[in-house]
């Protein structure tokens, strides 16, 4: 090989290392720059509002399933299937019990609101037990009869005292046996909705979350 020989070899595959380095560093600008845009877009508020159901009707679920079902009374009444010599109770507080389904799902919900989330949940239904649960906004109201027609959660945008929200409200069904009979014999539910008598997988009420978006 002569030396211009030699020479022009080098320069060759010096050029290359640098086109290559170029061409990696445009990679991850490109790369960089989609990463970008997508957090600039971020996630879709039907989409986190899924999420979000997904896990709090997972605990309910797991919750009622696995803890109040095994327990020997459920408020007042013996339970069949019971198996702890414990009472799931709404004075859980004073007996030694432990708090129903709705109480754990508040519990867990003030918890959430004292660690300054930005969204807020609740539950609601048309058959009551606890006054603060009935459906009161229109939007609550036509959420909730939907919700009940259909079996499928109701989506929308709206707003509260100058606030934009998207709001959700997914269907809450009787998932355990024990969900029907606590309700069916509770003395409030029989004194307000004498003929209404819950069957398993229907819906009886509703999860509702509210999340804030940005004016911009
Ligand atoms: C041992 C009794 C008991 C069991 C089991 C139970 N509930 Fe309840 N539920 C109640 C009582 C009592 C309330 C109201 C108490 C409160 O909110 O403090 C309530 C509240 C609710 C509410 C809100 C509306 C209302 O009535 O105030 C919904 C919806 C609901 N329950 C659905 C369910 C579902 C679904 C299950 C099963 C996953 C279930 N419940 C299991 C007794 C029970």
Not at 59 to 73: G, I, L, M, N
Not at 85 to 106: K, V, Y
Not at 183 to 195: F, Q, S, V
Request: glycine letters at 8%; aromatic letters at 8%.
């Amino acid at each position: 090989m002569t030396l211009v020989q030699r020479w022009t070899q080098l320069l060759r595959t010096r050029t290359v290392a640098f086109f290559s380095t170029i061409c990696a560093i445009a990679v991850i600008a490109v790369s960089c720059a989609g990463g970008g845009t997508q957090a600039s877009v971020g996630i879709a508020p039907e989409m986190v509002a899924d999420y979000i159901h997904t896990v709090m009707q997972a605990d309910r679920t797991a919750y009622t399933k696995h803890v109040v079902s095994r327990v020997a009374k459920l408020e007042g009444k013996d339970n069949e299937k019971g198996v702890l010599a414990i009472e799931a109770t709404e004075g859980w507080q004073q007996t030694d019990g432990i708090p129903l389904p709705a109480q754990m799902f508040r519990l867990g919900a003030d918890i959430a609101s004292e660690s300054g989330s930005a969204f807020t949940y609740n539950l609601i239904s048309p058959w009551y037990i606890n006054d603060s649960h009935e459906p009161k906004s229109e939007f609550e109201k036509a959420a909730m009869d939907a919700t009940i027609e259909t079996g499928e959660s109701y989506k929308d945008y709206q707003e509260v005292g100058g606030q934009q929200y998207f709001s959700a409200l997914y269907p809450d069904k009787a998932v355990a046996e024990a969900c029907v009979t606590c309700h069916n014999t509770h003395p409030i539910h029989l004194e307000r909705y004498p003929d209404k008598e819950f069957v398993m997988g229907e819906v009886m009420g509703g999860i509702m979350i509210n999340i804030p978006l940005d004016a911009a």
